[in-house]
Structures are given as structure tokens and as C-alpha cells.
């Protein structure tokens, strides 16, 4: 097996490691970054940044459409349509620029960059693709996932934000389980692309990590969008053939929500597949 050897190695090339990576270059430190998908993360691939380019389409789709049925000024306009492909696409132009951007600084920060899986044999030893690293200090920046639902497994319907955030085509139905910040924000996005959007919370309220006094506002929003909400209500699973999910509120009573997508939005937690941790507490 070769075996490469640096000072510093730093698995995963979100906005956590590539920053750490680039100011180890700065700094005159041999430094190695593995990522396994894009540089970028999360954040840059699958969540902040294209969240917020599908809501500035969706913002532009909902305030024409707006002026096509409400024309105050005396401004008439014929109803739009969207090409979801093209917005897609668009939004994806601008990923690749950013992601561009820092591996075009990585490299002029000498850092070497490998593309590839790895798994932590122990504190100062990585194998990525049958590549043995050895390094003096191990940095791990691997972000998050997705939490599942063992009810409702990824798949054909059943959707993540990451399939909600480069749809081939818009559901005439979405459910959104999970009313956190990535639920609501990618739940409103859908509704202003004219998607019939309905939420579901096992919580007694919307946002419940934030203030209540904060979540008002939004909640205010949601009622104004024509989005229902499902307070306090657990899901128990989705029927493929109806299109049918089913959920039981705090009483116990079952209902079941008539459905074409299901986008799970409960959660991230800390990715740690590939790591011996046993081997790291020894070191």
C-alpha cells in the first residue's frame, strides 16, 4: 500500500475543513484534505447556499404570479411558468462557481487535495482507496446527515433535502415532516412554486428549538401561504399505493394526509461512518 505522509490531515471539505485547510497552508503547514463527494460540504453543495437560490426562485415565481391576478397599479401580465429544469440548473451554476472557488484556493494555499472515502485506522493513520496517509495531527470535519425515519425510508416518494433541492419535476402534493428551519424554509419554497404544501410536527408548535415570540411571524406566514399545520402529530408510516400518509395525533386518533412527495426534514446528526472510534480514544 503507498503510503503518503503530511503534518496535518484533515478528513472532509466542508466550510469546516477547507477553512482549517487553507489556514494551514497560509501558515506554511503540510496539509492534506480528504473529501469523499465535493468540496464544499453540505452547506455549499446540498444546503445553505442552493436553499437560498431555489427560495430566490421561488420569491420571483410567487411575486409574478401575484402581479398576474392583483393589478393594482394597472399592470397586467399573463400567468408565468416555470421551467423547474432551468431553475435547477441555474442554481447548480452557481454551486459550481463557489465550489470552484475553493479548490482554486486550496491549491493556491498548497494543499493537497484527495478525492476518496476514508476510514481511521487509528490517531495518526487513514487509508482512502487503498492509499495509506500518516500525518501528525488528524483533523476530522465530516459534518452531518440527514436523520431517517425507519417509518419512512429514503426512496421513490419519500424524499431528503438534498432530492427536495434539485427536483426533475414539482409534486402537485407535498408533506413536509419536521417543522425545523430546513422543513419550513424548503416547505414555503414549494408552496410559492405553486405545490399544495402541508406540514407535520410531533412538537406542540413550529420551530420549538427557537423563541415562540420569534416563530410568530412565521407562523403567521405559513397560515397566509394557505399551509396547514399538524401540530403534535407522529407519523406512522406512508401507503405508495394510496399516496397516503398515515399520522396519529395526541389524542390517538389516526389521519391519513393525502400525499405525492414526503419530504423528511427532522434533523441532521454528526457523520461518523468510516471511523474507528475505539482506535482514536486510544491515541
Not at 452557481?94 to 479548490?103: K, M
Amino acid at each position: 500500500m503507498q503510503t503518503l505522509k503530511t503534518t496535518l490531515l484533515i478528513i472532509g471539505g466542508g466550510p469546516g475543513g477547507y477553512v482549517a485547510a487553507i489556514r494551514a497552508g497560509q501558515l506554511g503547514i503540510p496539509t492534506v484534505l480528504v473529501e469523499g463527494q465535493a468540496l464544499g460540504g453540505t452547506c455549499l453543495n446540498v444546503g445553505c447556499i442552493p436553499s437560498k437560490a431555489l427560495i430566490h426562485v421561488a420569491e420571483q415565481f410567487h411575486q409574478t404570479h401575484q402581479h398576474s391576478q392583483h393589478a393594482q397599479l394597472g399592470i397586467t401580465v399573463q400567468a408565468p411558468s416555470l421551467d423547474i429544469a432551468q431553475s435547477v440548473a441555474w442554481k447548480d451554476g452557481i454551486v459550481d462557481r463557489l465550489t470552484s472557488g475553493v479548490a482554486a484556493l486550496l491549491k493556491k494555499h498548497g494543499v493537497t487535495v484527495i478525492h476518496g472515502w476514508a476510514h481511521v485506522v487509528d490517531g495518526k493513520t487513514v487509508d482512502v482507496d487503498g492509499q495509506r496517509i500518516q500525518c501528525e495531527h488528524l483533523l476530522l470535519a465530516t459534518g452531518s446527515s440527514s436523520v431517517e425515519l425507519p417509518m419512512l425510508p429514503l426512496g421513490d416518494a419519500i424524499i431528503s433535502s438534498t432530492e427536495a433541492l434539485a427536483p426533475k419535476r414539482l409534486p402537485r402534493r407535498l408533506t413536509v415532516v419536521g417543522a425545523g428551519y430546513i422543513g419550513l424554509e424548503l416547505g414555503i419554497a414549494y408552496r410559492k412554486l405553486g405545490v399544495e404544501v402541508s406540514v407535520v410536527e410531533a412538537r406542540e408548535r413550529i420551530l420549538p428549538s427557537y423563541d415562540s415570540e420569534l416563530t410568530q411571524p412565521v407562523a403567521e406566514s405559513l397560515k397566509k401561504l394557505g399551509i396547514p399545520l399538524y401540530l403534535q402529530h407522529s407519523v406512522e408510516g406512508f401507503d405508495a399505493a394510496t399516496h397516503r400518509l398515515q399520522v396519529r395525533d395526541a389524542n390517538g386518533e389516526q389521519l391519513k394526509l393525502d400525499t405525492d412527495q414526503v419530504l423528511v426534514a427532522v434533523g441532521r446528526r454528526p457523520r461518523t461512518q468510516g471511523f474507528n472510534l475505539e482506535a482514536l480514544r486510544s491515541r
